[in-house]
């Protein structure tokens, strides 16, 4: 019995075994064919690296020739622009030049045009004020001269009157004191305060010096005539010359010329 149980595991060890083994079979065929579809998909790609990489290094040499041409494309472009603008420039310099020209030209014909008219003018100034010079007077000019030598002519005539009335009310201010001074048979005296006669009294000795007699002054202001004084007159009415004291040591006041007239106003 030991024994055909110990068949009987071996036999259904040797079955699951089998099994086993089919089953890896399988397996490893299924993997089997795995690698080879990725064998072949290896290759596919190898074969597809091959032609990219041709293909790169085609485009690589199209990219360097592309670059070669497009740069020797565009020095040839930059030198036909630098030569059209150096013929751009060339026109524009000769057009500078020709337009310079014209201009100076032009400002040379102005110029000598102004200094033509300057002249012009110079001599028609020159005309005008040599006509102004010897121009005619105007009928209101010589009015006005005509007024105005009138106007001096009239105060020439009042001033002298004026001089003539000083120089009468002046001789007869001295008339009337001569004919006073024969009338009532005096000499006033007339001169300067001596500081010197006060000292010569003092060094006097004689004793007669001594007294000085006084005059009355009632008797004098009853005998006198004007304001109290003896030796003068009654003073001028309405006369600023009588208004102070006469000293005919000191001459007599210059006359004050008159205001002008209102009629002499009118063209100051």
Do not use: W
């Not at 100076?104 to 102004?114: G, Q």
């Not at 102070?244 to 009629?263: D, G, T």
């Amino acid at each position: 019995m030991e024994l055909e149980r110990s068949i009987d595991i071996s036999r259904r060890q040797s079955k699951e075994h089998m099994c086993r083994i089919t089953d890896l079979q399988d397996e490893l065929r299924h993997r089997e064919h795995h690698i080879s579809d990725l064998d072949k998909e290896v290759q596919h790609l190898h074969e597809n690296i091959s032609a990219l990489t041709k293909e790169l290094e085609f485009k690589g040499k199209e990219i360097l020739r592309i670059r070669s041409e497009s740069n020797q494309q565009m020095r040839l472009h930059e030198q036909d622009l630098n030569k059209r603008l150096e013929k751009e420039l060339d026109v524009m310099t000769a057009d500078h030049l020709r337009e310079k020209n014209i201009m100076r030209a032009d400002f040379n014909k102005t110029n000598e045009l102004l200094k033509e008219i300057n002249a012009a003018l110079q001599v028609s100034l020159e005309e005008m004020e040599e006509k102004y010079l010897i121009r005619e007077s105007r009928p209101e000019d010589l009015q006005m001269i005509t007024e105005l030598r009138a106007m001096l002519t009239e105060r020439d005539h009042v001033i002298k009157k004026l001089i003539e009335d000083n120089k009468f009310y002046q001789l007869e201010l001295v008339n009337r004191e001569t004919n006073f001074n024969k009338m009532f048979n005096s000499s006033p005296t007339v001169g300067v305060i001596n500081p010197l006669a006060k000292q010569k009294k003092k060094n006097d000795k004689s004793p007669t010096n001594r007294f000085v007699s006084v005059p009355n002054l009632s008797a004098l202001e009853s005998g006198g005539v004007g304001n109290g004084h003896p030796n003068r007159l009654d003073p001028i009415p309405n006369s600023p010359v009588h208004d102070i004291e006469f000293n005919s040591s000191k001459p007599l006041p210059q006359p004050v010329p008159p205001k002008e007239p209102k009629a002499f106003l009118r063209y100051q």
